[in-house]
């Protein structure tokens, strides 16, 4: 009996090894953290001039190098090809809102829904299910739109998309309609809202947003339109979501050149770090700012070697104490580079580039240690057991929890093996390994 638990154990474990996929470059994808899971929504491949329906994810609670991370991707697409939108998790309901972008039909480029119809749609991670969210809401949904950046308040469940740009084409005419609005969406209502008007800037795209602890938006860059050109990182533009009104605040320390198309992350002690970007002459490290001090106070950390390549259109996510850097674009003389899936990863505690990751809450977990009574002190009224006894009953115990621990996992890698065979048989790639844990 033991021989065949193990022998299906053994079975078990040769058929679960598999293998992690190697992305296509790709540039303008959405991206969000959840449920210890990096999601990848779409994007657009400079190689292949064409946009994805992919969802890639990284599992962030396991170790790995980003030489060779173990990207998977989900058996379920967008119902869309989709770029340049913005993807934003609801924790209270434990979804994935994406609004607006390019959506791209399937087998063509024709735009899906026109270029002004608002489309939100909403992914539920626990059935991996869409849903087209805007045939349902409430409110005046606004027009659609690209380049943008949205923040969501967990605790309320609303979100806060502002500016963005809507092109329309008439032969080979374009036509750019800008925006500088500012849309509010309830996820708990489904209802749309708009805020405050007074003294918001001009239209702006491919700017960062940031929402701090204290309810307010930090705009930092980005291209005004219609003048086509970027804004001062050290002139920032403030929403203060509690009150429904706009600011702007003059940051101070260094003076930062202007840049868009780069990334931002908040950190726990309210530090706003932001990577890359692109001006069209240069492109940029890293430059922090500290929203502790008013007014706010820009200064550029000095990195350890070795410092990667500078990046615009990528996404930044702040795993842990790791600021995640993927994809995007680099701009080169020499037309024949080839653009990479770049992956870098900062260690913000102490600003250094690392290559092995090496997930925090591994670490603290307890050493796995057995606690072992050995008091010799007798209770009246028992016998006293020599110590070949004490081995035959300690053997006994073991054989037993053993043969318990074979049975239930090769009971529970069984189940685990049989779904995944499961879900394998209607996943459109059939090579791909995906992870259902």
Request: aromatic share 12%; net charge neutral; hydrophobic share 40%.
């Amino acid at each position: 009996m033991i021989k065949l638990q193990v022998f299906f154990l053994v079975i078990i474990l040769s058929t679960e090894i598999c293998h992690s996929i190697i992305p296509i470059e790709r540039s303008a994808q959405s991206s969000i953290l959840a449920d210890k899971k990096l999601f990848f929504f779409g994007g657009m491949s400079s190689q292949l001039l064409s946009s994805f329906n992919q969802i890639l994810y990284l599992d962030v609670s396991k170790p790995f190098n980003t030489t060779n991370p173990p990207f998977e991707i989900l058996n379920v697409s967008i119902p869309f090809r989709s770029s340049y939108a913005t993807a934003l998790f609801s924790p209270l309901k434990n979804e994935v809102y994406l609004f607006g972008g390019f959506m791209r039909n399937e087998l063509n480029d024709d735009n899906m829904f026109g270029n002004h119809i608002s489309v939100l749609i909403s992914f539920n991670l626990e059935n991996n299910g869409w849903n087209f969210t805007f045939t349902k809401t409430n409110g005046i949904a606004p027009e659609n739109r690209r380049l943008i950046n949205g923040v969501i308040n967990n605790k309320t469940g609303k979100f806060y998309i502002f500016g963005g740009v809507n092109d329309t084409f008439t032969g080979a005419t374009t036509n750019s309609i800008a925006f500088n609005d500012m849309n509010i969406f309830d996820t708990i209502s489904l209802t749309w809202s708009k805020g405050s008007a007074e003294g918001s800037p001009l239209p702006l795209i491919g700017y960062t947003a940031t929402l701090l602890s204290n309810g307010i938006i930090v705009f930092i860059g980005g291209e005004e339109r219609p003048y086509n050109y970027n804004v001062s990182l050290n002139q920032l533009a403030l929403y203060d979501t509690k009150v429904d009104q706009w600011s702007s605040m003059r940051a101070q320390g260094i003076t930062l050149e202007n840049r868009s198309y780069h990334s931002a992350v908040l950190t726990s002690d309210e530090r706003i770090i932001v990577f890359g970007g692109d001006n069209f002459l240069n492109q940029y490290q890293l430059a922090v700012l500290n929203t502790k001090v008013v007014p706010y106070e820009w200064s550029v950390p000095t990195p350890a070697p070795p410092l990667p390549l500078t990046t615009y259109s990528h996404s930044a996510t702040l795993v842990g104490n790791y600021m995640f850097i993927n994809f995007g674009k680099v701009d080169y003389v020499d037309s024949n580079h080839e653009q990479l899936p770049y992956f870098y990863i900062l260690d913000i505690r102490n600003f250094t580039w690392v290559a092995q990751y090496e997930p925090e809450q591994l670490s603290q977990l307890p050493n796995s240690t057995n606690t072992v009574n050995t008091s010799t002190t007798n209770s009246p009224g028992l016998s006293v057991e020599t110590p070949s006894d004490n081995d035959k009953k300690i053997g006994i115990i073991i054989g037993a929890v053993g043969l318990s621990v074979v049975t239930v996992a090769g009971l529970l890698i069984g189940y685990k093996y049989y779904k995944k065979q499961r879900v394998h048989r209607y996943a459109k790639q059939a090579k791909q390994c995906v992870s259902y844990n």
